[in-house]
Nanobody, 127 residues
Framework: QVQLVESGGGSVQAGGSLRLSCAAP?????MAWFRQAPGKEREGVAA???????TYADSAKGRFTVSRDYAGNTLYLQMNNLKPEDTAMYYC????????????????????????WGQGTQVTVSS
């Protein structure tokens, strides 16, 4: 079992910044941030593998930065220039990688590909 613990959500005005954190039990995980706004489906925001290869949703490009610490078991999401449409519950997600030819591979940033989830942290952006 993989337990993920998020922190760092809150309320900010449009244009502000927040930094989310997610603590994982070890570094051998593919990790990602998803979010779910009221009445909408959960969607991927950013993903990072153990080699720090990164994927961003179009909505996050240029404003959000995903990273993981040197040990690899803490995931971050730096969110700048926040907009009201970024208001959502943000979830940390993880999945064990597969090994292909000695390389650890992570799945696409899709809801059904990740099987470990945090409890979520609320981000509210006011106009």
């Amino acid at each position: 079992q993989v337990q993920l613990v998020e922190s760092g959500g809150g309320s900010v005005q449009a244009g502000g910044s927040l930094r989310l954190s997610c603590a994982a039990p070890h570094s051998s995980l593919c990790m990602a941030w998803f979010r779910q706004a009221p009445g909408k489906e959960r969607e991927g925001v950013a993903a990072i593998d153990m080699y720090t290869r990164i994927t961003y949703a179009d909505s996050a490009k240029g404003r959000f930065t995903v990273s993981r610490d040197y040990a690899g078991n803490t995931l971050y999401l730096q969110m700048n220039n926040l907009k009201p449409e970024d208001t959502a519950m943000y979830y940390c997600a993880a999945v064990r990688p597969t090994v292909v030819g000695g390389d650890w591979r992570c799945p696409p940033m899709a809801l059904d590909q990740y099987n470990y989830w945090g409890q979520g942290t609320q981000v509210t952006v006011s106009s």
